[in-house]
């Protein structure tokens, strides 16, 4: 992980150390009864974790290994566990853990765009970490902000990548379909295509271009 991701890891170790992880949670009682907390098996536990299995705490006390998991292995599904958010309302917490996620978030993302392919397994494309993040129930417009100001050969990669991978023919209207379709996104990959003209990527470039030129 690089420095700003570890630095947003210890700040959520930090914003939720007060809620305490038990080894065993209370399920419903007429379909799960008690759970044991394996380590070995969060998978299993992310999809009931919240709804069938646990508390609000419970949920809490767990984030911080969650998270952590996300980005350094390819065991957990971002859409599953970003989906607790929303379900827990996560907007209502403290402001301390409210920033907590959304530092976690940024760090992500600008991890992501940092290097193409990504280094995250839970995260292969950049497509990946904003559909998640849509389950989160905010708007990823601080995400294409971030794109926007990421001006890096990675960044124009993922880019060109998204472009290429939609079809914009049976898309539906998006934030990020409008984002991608501007003037100033097809300019991007004008600019990338003239400065790596003679790289491996350089067709994938040109093609994206060229689907935002119809």
């Not at 646990?54 to 390819?74: I, T, W, Y």
């Not at 100001?149 to 990548?161: K, Y």
């Amino acid at each position: 992980m690089d420095d700003e991701l570890l630095a947003a890891m210890a700040r959520v170790q930090d914003a939720f150390v007060r809620y305490p992880r038990r080894g065993v949670l209370d399920g419903c009682p007429h379909c799960r009864g008690s759970v044991l907390v394996d380590d070995h098996d969060l998978f299993a536990l992310t999809i009931s974790l919240g709804n069938t299995v646990g508390s609000r705490d419970d949920v809490k006390s767990l984030l911080p290994v969650l998270l952590e998991r996300l980005v350094m292995s390819g065991e957990l599904d971002p859409h599953i566990v970003f989906g607790k958010f929303s379900h827990e309302e996560w907007r209502t917490w403290p402001q301390v853990e409210q920033e907590a996620v959304d530092g976690y978030l940024d760090a992500v993302w600008r991890s992501v765009l940092a290097g193409h392919p990504s280094r995250f397994e839970s995260f292969l494309d950049a497509v990946t970490f904003l559909d998640a993040t849509l389950l989160i129930g905010e708007s990823i417009d601080r995400f294409l902000h971030i794109w926007d100001v990421t001006l890096t050969a990675s960044a124009d990669r993922h880019l060109a990548e998204t472009v290429n991978g939609l079809n914009f023919a049976a898309q539906k209207p998006s934030a990020l379909g409008d984002w991608l379709r501007r003037d100033t996104t097809r300019d991007r990959l004008h600019r990338a295509f003239e400065r790596d003209h003679d790289s491996a990527w350089a067709d994938d470039l040109a093609r994206a271009y060229d689907l935002l030129r119809v």
